[in-house]
């Protein structure tokens, strides 16, 4: 969100309200500010970033297909400020954003005066990435217009921008401290590398984000493909969205469509990883006029190797074929730019009829015409995801592929490593993670203010509140020792007067807990020895039957050996019976049971012995 229009609170003014982005946008605008505006007009300026980030995006994005909107700028003007302005909607695709953001800092090498600000839905996603580095007064409530790119590096606004006030900055207030001030502006390398940490994979992430597919489609949807690519993007949307009125050409009988399954051709097709995916991982049912020409092929092919790629380019094809007819209804209504480029060519190919279409020997003259990529990058191993998220590196060694590229490898450690330095913070106490820093309500510091004082009459003894829930849950006590039991009286002597109605006080509680103890009693709640029910029973039985007086005196004492044997067994008994119960409920899927077991080196087998008792049953 860009906190530009926010509510000054010390001033009484009220701005507007905030105004957010759409879900899945990147925001960014550039500005020219340096102390030479005077000689150079910095709208001719924009102009020619403008023009060098067109052909920027051209050079280094050339093949790429963006998920829905490309990276794009225009000129605006906001009062008394000029700028370059873009909002893209990446979509599914978060590739899309951090190309933008690696564009971007490549053009403010090239450009001395050129500061950059960029941000999405979530607000300042460069700061999220540093999160771990950031400066403590540096919270999310107040990071508004405080991160800005220049040169290729990451500058942030200190507080000192708002006069010492922890709240956001407003654009304009950001930008005039930049001009004023730049020298005062916080660099940290360790900030910025955790921020552009993903950026280290480009330019090599837009060749490796690219797959081909070899499909079987209508000849007609082969040549629009072949002359607009990225119109691949919308199509998949179409599909993945599945509008119902969309579908009601391919549910008819009727073959008024676009693209019927005739004439086909198998090409190779270009997809991003995340359109493929999304495609790939759809189950769709073949539309009435698709499920003859699936049959066919399984008949015509030679044996069943042959059977199983032939329907697999065809199910695919039909996808592909079924995602542009989808968009085919409304396409020129579309505010899709690709969109509306699909409509009007599929026009020109229809109103110029079949002679215009390419034949077989201009289709086998295409590039890659018959490239088909390996898919074996949607397949998860999940012996390797466990190696991942313990960080074997040697199991990794000797594997072939390992789970996922290098890049997903890099991202799943660098989680992991994280998430176990938060559960590792030993300056996190009973009140959790630390949020002194974090803003709160006034309303809220209001009443913290006055409860100050009651606050701090309040003691809280950790040992004794402990003892006091093992007696009432039936746990033994450990004693303490004289010397303890008589450093304590010396305390309760020292406070003077305090000892009496402290007391009373721990009478009261006392009484609340034998309350609370008959209550849970009453309920069962407090049946933590399963043994003793068992032999309970038994006595049941026993007596029922009338056994004899023997079996009774039996029993009565293997109950009264239970009831003075050592609870704590019991205790440990039920804690591994509930792990064990937690861990078969989670039917081999991921849980909290298996991943506590997991942490302390433990690997259970699948519970395997019950079911096949049952299936011997």
């Known amino acids: 969100m860009d906190s530009e229009d926010t509510y000054d609170s010390s001033e009484g003014n009220f701005g507007g309200f905030p105004r957010s982005l759409p879900e899945n946008c990147v925001e960014y605008l550039l500005f020219v500010l340096n102390d030479e505006q005077e000689a150079r007009s910095p709208l001719s300026e924009l102009q020619d970033i403008r023009k060098a980030a067109t052909n920027l995006c051209d050079t280094i994005a050339k093949d790429y297909i963006w998920q829905r909107d490309s990276f794009q700028l225009r000129l605006e003007r906001d009062q008394d400020l000029i700028y370059l302005h873009g909002i893209t909607d990446y979509g599914d695709s978060v590739e899309d954003e951090w190309l933008i953001v690696y564009l971007l800092r490549e053009l403010t090498r090239s450009f001395p005066a050129l500061w950059v600000r960029i941000f999405d839905s979530d607000g300042e996603f460069l700061l999220v990435e540093a999160a771990d580095v950031l400066p403590k007064w540096l919270s999310p409530e107040i990071d508004g217009n405080r991160a800005w790119i220049h040169n290729g590096n990451l500058y942030i606004l200190p507080l000192a921008a708002s006069s010492g006030v922890k709240r956001p900055l407003s654009l304009d207030e950001a930008v005039k401290y930049i001009k004023s001030s730049p020298s005062a502006l916080v660099y940290s390398t360790f900030i910025e590398a955790e921020a552009f940490y993903r950026l280290e994979k480009y330019p090599g992430q837009v060749t490796?984000?690219?797959?081909?597919?070899?499909?079987?489609?209508?000849?007609?949807?082969?040549?629009?493909?072949?002359?607009?690519?990225?119109?691949?993007?919308?199509?998949?949307?179409?599909?993945?969205?599945?509008?119902?009125?969309?579908?009601?050409?391919?549910?008819?009988?009727?073959?008024?469509?676009h693209f019927a399954p005739k004439d086909l051709v198998t090409v190779s097709i270009k997809f991003t990883k995340v359109l493929f995916a999304q495609l790939k991982s759809q189950r769709f049912s073949p539309p009435p006029m698709w499920s003859i020409v699936l049959e066919n092929a399984e008949k015509q092919a030679s044996d069943v190797e042959d059977a199983q790629i032939r329907l697999a380019r065809l199910e695919l094809g039909m996808k592909v074929a079924c995602g542009f007819e989808m968009l085919a209804t409304n396409a020129d209504k579309k505010d899709n730019r690709l969109a509306r480029e699909f409509a009007m060519l599929l026009e020109d190919v229809e109103e110029d009829g079949a002679q215009a279409l390419p034949t077989n020997e201009d289709i086998e003259s295409w590039e890659d015409v018959h490239r088909n990529d390996d898919e074996s990058w949607l397949d998860i191993n999940f012996e390797d995801f466990e190696n991942e998220l313990q960080g074997n590196s040697d199991h990794r060694k000797r594997s072939k592929g390992g789970f996922g590229d290098s890049s997903a490898q890099a991202d799943l450690q660098k989680i992991v490593s994280r998430f176990e330095a938060f559960l590792n913070d030993e300056k996190a106490g009973i009140e959790g993670a630390e949020m002194e820093d974090m803003d709160v309500d006034?309303?809220?510091?209001?009443?913290?203010?006055?409860?100050?004082?009651?606050?701090?009459?309040?003691?809280?003894?950790?040992?004794?509140?402990?003892?006091?829930?093992?007696?009432?849950?039936?746990?033994?006590?450990?004693?303490?020792?004289?010397?303890?039991?008589?450093?304590e009286d010396t305390n309760h002597t020292v406070k003077g007067g305090a000892t009496k109605g402290g007391d009373d006080e721990d009478e009261d509680i006392r009484q609340l807990a034998a309350q609370m103890e008959a209550e849970l009693k009453e309920h069962g709640a407090l049946k933590l020895d399963a043994e003793p029910e068992k032999v309970k029973g038994i006595e049941a039985r026993n007596k029922a039957n009338s056994k004899g007086k023997e079996k009774d005196d039996v029993v009565r004492r293997v109950d009264s050996e239970e009831e003075s044997s050592d609870e704590e067994v019991d205790v440990d008994y039920n804690l591994a019976k509930n792990l064990l119960e937690s861990f078969k409920s989670q039917a081999g899927m991921a849980g909290p049971a298996g991943n506590i077991l997991g942490m302390m080196g433990l690997q259970l087998p699948r519970d395997e012995d019950e079911e096949e008792g049952e299936e011997d049953d």
């Open 442 to 487: 006034d309303d809220i510091s209001d009443v913290e203010e006055e409860s100050d004082n009651e606050d701090k009459e309040v003691s809280f003894d950790e040992e004794q509140f402990s003892r006091m829930m093992r007696e009432m849950m039936g746990l033994p006590v450990a004693q303490p020792t004289s010397s303890k039991n008589e450093s």
């Open 208 to 257: 490796d984000s690219i797959h081909h597919s070899a499909v079987t489609i209508p000849r007609k949807l082969a040549y629009i493909l072949h002359e607009r690519p990225s119109t691949i993007a919308p199509a998949v949307e179409a599909f993945y969205l599945r509008d119902p009125a969309a579908m009601k050409p391919l549910t008819s009988l009727s073959d008024d469509v």
